[in-house]
């Protein structure tokens, strides 16, 4: 049996080829304690000078009432003990570089990624040089401080500032820490797409050595991959910054990986189309028109818009209109691409077909195993038979929010549709529970139709009662969680009365006083 393990780098490799580093470190202190927010060693490959320092920056808070002070610091080290530091964070925890005190920074559940001492390059890393290679610490339960660090938008920025990437986008990042370890020896790696007088088209890859490195034990990985898959993958000894390599006809993708025998992977670059030609659209300023509108209300303000007139559209390279067997390969990729999408958001498009478009509402209910949340600024009384009793798991809670606008109205029977909707609610079993909230403004707050469906958001432009009556569309929202918490914030908010409350102001709305 044959066994191949994988070619751990060692620490004798690694201080071969950097000589210094730098020690990022941003925390928080509060009531004498110290949580680590984020930490970077960043090695400097041996023909650069060691990196400078940067004194601590400190800033004064108030959390909550409580004093709460941040801190961000930069060291400059050898190599070797940024690298003892960075190791004894992992086995004890994070500390202050340099100090003579045995505090470690509270920190939550840890893990690592990837296994130590593997390195990983991941090019989207906000802090990280492109092709640099990452060990991380991640803290993925985290302790309360950080949750509340990311409710204070000001000490977000103060980090994110002087850490240099934003930290509220990447928050995985809070109370993690990273050893970085750029190439130590290339400085870059070029790659472009070439052809001969033949025809054949070929990579033509560049390699720039730092200073004192050579291309000993340095090999190259070409991939190349046709729209279905790959179609050569081949491995090059390198003894020349110059390499050409032909391909199998005209070429889709080229993917590239760089190693070195000992450091293992130092370079890695997805399989990606090149760029054949850049189409540039030329046009001029043709004046200004000025639109004056009904000024009905304060929103609707004079207003100007800068007239262009197009006068050149040019291609650089290949026109595009050229037909090959991967153009036509990828055309029904994207097809069906397309369709996967559609599918994995729920989209769904209804025309003159009301009972299918209630048949999926009432699935999607269904489904609801905790929670379902109908936000319709029209919904009635029937609706809640058609729609909200379609729950199927015991427990599941249903909250009904609809518009005093609405339930105002009167139907075919010259009754206000809140009396109508009273009265079926009190016909209901206690099984049957269903919360009903209305929203008081006029208009109501809500124009469009939410559905929520324990954690997902499905929108609608139509009133369910009223979808596939017409065109209709209803589809699941991608990132769900800004749209809820506004729906939720609605919901608890002054504008919106339960219903019972609601009702009755409105008979004594009507009605008056009682003598």
């Known amino acids: 049996m044959q066994i191949d393990?994988?070619?751990?780098?060692?620490?004798?490799?690694?201080?071969?080829?950097?000589?210094?580093?730098?020690?990022?470190?941003?925390?928080?202190?509060?009531?004498g304690k110290q949580y680590c927010v984020f930490g970077l060693v960043e090695a400097v490959p041996n023909e650069n000078v060691a990196p400078e320092p940067l004194d601590e920056m400190v800033k004064s808070s108030r959390w909550s009432g409580t004093r709460t002070q941040l801190f961000v610091k930069r060291w400059s080290l050898s190599f070797s003990d940024a690298l003892n530091w960075y190791e004894k964070c992992r086995e004890d925890g994070v500390s202050i570089p340099g100090s003579q005190k045995n505090d470690?920074?509270?920190?939550?559940?840890?893990?690592?990624?990837?296994?130590?001492?593997?390195?990983?390059?991941?090019?989207?890393?906000?802090?990280?040089?492109?092709?640099?290679?990452?060990?991380?610490?991640?803290?993925?339960?985290?302790?309360?401080?950080?949750?509340?660090?990311?409710?204070?938008?000001?000490?977000?920025?103060?980090?994110?500032?002087?850490?240099?990437?934003?930290?509220?986008a990447y928050d995985e990042n809070i109370g993690s820490i990273h050893l970085m370890l750029p190439n130590p020896i290339l400085r870059k790696l070029n790659h472009r797409l070439g052809q001969n007088e033949s025809g054949e088209e070929f990579s033509e890859i560049e390699l720039i050595l730092r200073s004192s490195q050579?291309?000993?034990?340095?090999?190259?990985?070409?991939?190349?991959?046709?729209?279905?898959?790959?179609?050569?993958?081949?491995?090059?000894?390198?003894?020349?910054?110059?390499?050409?390599?032909?391909?199998?006809?005209?070429?889709?993708?080229?993917?590239?990986?760089?190693?070195?025998?000992s450091l293992g992977l130092l370079e890695y670059s997805e399989p990606l189309p090149f760029l054949r030609s850049i189409a540039l659209n030329m046009s001029v300023a043709e004046g200004v028109k000025r639109i004056t509108p009904s000024l009905d209300t304060a929103a609707d303000t004079p207003f100007e818009v800068r007239m262009q007139r197009p006068i050149s559209d040019s291609v650089f390279g290949e026109s595009g209109s050229k037909d090959t067997s991967a153009t036509h390969l990828l055309r029904a990729n994207q097809r069906r691409e397309k369709i996967a999408v559609a599918e994995r958001y729920g989209q769904k498009l209804f025309q003159d077909n009301k009972i299918a478009a209630r048949l999926t509402i009432r699935a999607l209910i269904g489904s609801a195993r905790e929670r379902v949340m109908i936000f319709d600024p029209y919904l009635g009384s029937i609706d809640l038979l058609?729609?909200?009793?379609a729950t199927r798991w015991i427990g599941a809670s249903v909250f009904i929010i609809t518009s005093a606008m609405h339930l105002k109205n009167k139907d075919q029977?010259?009754?206000?549709?809140?009396?109508?909707?009273?009265?079926?609610?009190?016909?209901?079993?206690?099984?049957?529970?269903?919360?009903?909230?209305?929203?008081?403004?006029?208009?109501?707050?809500?124009?469009?139709r939410f559905l929520v469906v324990d954690d997902a958001v499905w929108f609608s432009g139509n009133s369910l009662h009223s979808l596939g009556e017409r065109m209709s569309l209803i589809i699941r929202l991608p990132s769900p969680e800004p749209i809820l918490d506004a729906l939720l914030e609605m919901k608890n908010g002054q504008r919106c009365s339960p219903f019972s409350k609601w009702i009755k102001a409105r008979k004594k709305e009507r009605n008056g006083p009682e003598s």
Not at 121 to 144: K, M, T
Not at 421 to 448: A, F, N, R, S
């Open 5 to 31: 393990r994988p070619n751990a780098t060692s620490r004798l490799n690694h201080e071969a080829f950097y000589k210094y580093a730098s020690i990022s470190l941003a925390w928080i202190v509060r009531d």
């Open 104 to 168: 470690r920074m509270i920190s939550g559940e840890v893990a690592e990624e990837p296994a130590w001492p593997a390195l990983i390059i991941d090019p989207n890393v906000p802090f990280s040089e492109a092709g640099s290679r990452l060990h991380s610490r991640y803290d993925i339960r985290r302790p309360p401080i950080h949750v509340e660090l990311l409710m204070q938008q000001d000490a977000l920025s103060w980090f994110s500032e002087r850490l240099h990437f934003d930290l509220a």
């Open 214 to 261: 050579s291309f000993k034990d340095l090999s190259l990985i070409i991939e190349e991959r046709r729209v279905h898959g790959p179609v050569d993958i081949r491995t090059i000894l390198i003894d020349s910054p110059f390499i050409r390599v032909y391909h199998n006809g005209r070429v889709e993708k080229v993917g590239l990986a760089l190693r070195h025998s």
């Open 386 to 389: 058609n729609f909200a009793l």
């Open 413 to 448: 029977n010259n009754i206000e549709n809140g009396d109508v909707l009273e009265k079926q609610l009190k016909k209901w079993p206690k099984d049957h529970h269903i919360d009903v909230y209305v929203l008081t403004g006029t208009p109501p707050q809500l124009h469009d």
